[in-house]
């Protein structure tokens, strides 16, 4: 009888741990899938202005100067760095849980443009874009 009590709170902790547990299991069920993410991007121009964070970094660079990217002046992206050229173009990307970098560029030709994704709050966004073109 005296090891009622120590019972019952161990029972009780154990529900309360599994409980938690399952809620972390959830939470990470909730992060939007890259590749959904990414395919959807280049085929929607409104959703992907909506996953744009503005003011956005990097710029446009060409022979007139740098440009800070607006809402107005963004060029949507269209064509997945899988889908490149690679004929024509040097490609390079990573992927990590929490960030995709790409990156193209035709050698020596003052052409080349770079982006980063990042995962804020289980939602992937468009963090930074240089476009090069001099």
Known sequence: ??????????????????HSSKKSLNKKSNVEDFESFYTKFHKDESFQMSRIKFPLQGKMVDESGDTKWTKQNWLMMKVKIYDIDKKKYKVEYKKSKSTFYQKFWIEGSGFGAEYRFELLNNKWYLVYALDQNL
Request: aromatic residues 12%; contains cysteine; glycine residues 0%.
């Open 1 to 18: 009888m005296k090891y009622l009590p120590l019972f019952i709170s161990l029972l009780i902790l154990s529900l309360v741990s599994c």
